[in-house]
């Protein structure tokens, strides 16, 4: 499976970006879709989750409540809804993918067997 993460760019604090994931060569069904993030001189770190089969979500407490992640059958895509952003939300953003993840491990990178290239969103203060 490939991934492709886009939609990054700059932004004021404040503002909304909105990112998406693509697969090329099979579909999202039965996996479970993360994004992630890293910052300069940060680990990776988990910011949301969405199992396709049945839209189970996972977020971070950083995130909860400003950003919204959904599928999108047709477009066999992931989105990451980005509101109310936050210069601490600078990072570059990847999604990643596999099956079988569970809820509980939603958050953990090393469950993730795919993943993108990264997108970069920058937030300016």
């Known amino acids: 499976v490939q991934l492709q993460a886009s939609g990054g760019g700059l932004v004021q604090a404040g503002g909304s970006l909105r990112l998406s994931c693509a697969a090329s060569?099979?579909?999202?069904?039965?996996?479970?879709v993360g994004w992630f993030r890293q910052a300069p001189g940060k680990e990776r770190e988990f910011v949301a989750a969405?199992?396709?089969?049945?839209?189970?979500?996972s977020y971070s407490e950083s995130v909860k409540g400003r950003f919204t992640i959904s599928r999108d059958n047709l477009q066999n895509t992931v989105t990451l809804q980005m509101n109310s952003l936050k210069p601490e939300d600078t990072a570059v953003y990847y999604c990643?993918?596999?099956?079988?993840?569970?809820?509980?491990?939603?958050?953990?990178?090393?469950?993730?067997?795919?993943w993108g290239q990264g997108t970069l969103v920058t937030v300016s203060s």
């Open positions: 060569g099979r579909t999202f069904r039965s996996y479970t």
């Open positions: 990643a993918a596999s099956q079988g993840v569970i809820i509980s491990n939603m958050n953990n990178p090393t469950a993730y067997r795919y």
């Open positions: 969405i199992r396709w089969n049945d839209r189970a979500t």
